[in-house]
């Protein structure tokens, strides 16, 4: 079905609509608006897996209109990242979209998204909340997250936007900025999706070599532990951290962090009433895998 309402094959042999154009975009979504149809919103960078899909059917049940976005945005990308070597698999993309039902595909070229290119773009910072754990570990990764994720919203003006809760941090981010800059969207996080060892479904795992991704699943399990710890009464967050890292360098990974955090702002917890996360960034081979749970 399009925006409107009609069904359409145009612009891909999958079924699913795809524009690129922005002007394009407004017309179909204005159309939908003035129907009283309600706009969800799936971000993407493409490469998409059973998370992503997870997305798709939550904005299904909450809009009318479901729409993805695939843009690998260069400007979360820090400068020895993997912004060129990130898989791009469109056409597969499109056909896993279909077959979710997704309406429309917006896929817009780098100019349409930065018009006078990334370096020069009015920017989004999220200040202390983006500059601490994966912030710390990637300068600039949420300034570029913030950004593109406004610009997007710009651009669709979704009634929802839906997001994984595999990626906590960015998460929050989103929220705190929508919430500063009075944005008119709501926010839907989506529990993390995850393979049957637990490890969470991520595109960069396609990265792990076969020996590498049997001890993948190490991040996961260390955090049921942390967090079985802490259900059983444990206060010492130190010593949860000190023993997480410890188990993630054992099993073979090179932590960035591991760490108990407060669960709304993820700043050390004070009060032994605050709600909490755990969260995990490790190094393994090329992949950077994070993951997080709540307690
Ligand atoms: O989570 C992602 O895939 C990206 O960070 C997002 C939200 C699509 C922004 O580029």
Redesign the pocket.
Known sequence: MTASGTSTREGSASGVRVIRDLDELRACLDSARAAQRRVALV???GNLHAGHIALVHRARELGEVVIA?I?V?PF?FGANEDFDSYPRTFDQDLARLAQARCDLVFAPQGATVYPHGPDVITRVEVPRLGDILCGESRPGFFR??AT??NILFNMVQPDVAV??NK?YQ?LLV?RRMVDDLRLRVRIEGVATVREADGLAMSSRNAYLSAAQRERAPAIHRTLLEARAALRSGERDHARVQARGHEALVRAGLRPDYFQVRRANDLEPAIDPGDALVVLAAAHLGKARLIDNVTV
């Open positions: 971000p993407t960078m976005t843009f945005n979360q570029g997250v593109v994720v997001f994984g990626d960015q989103i």
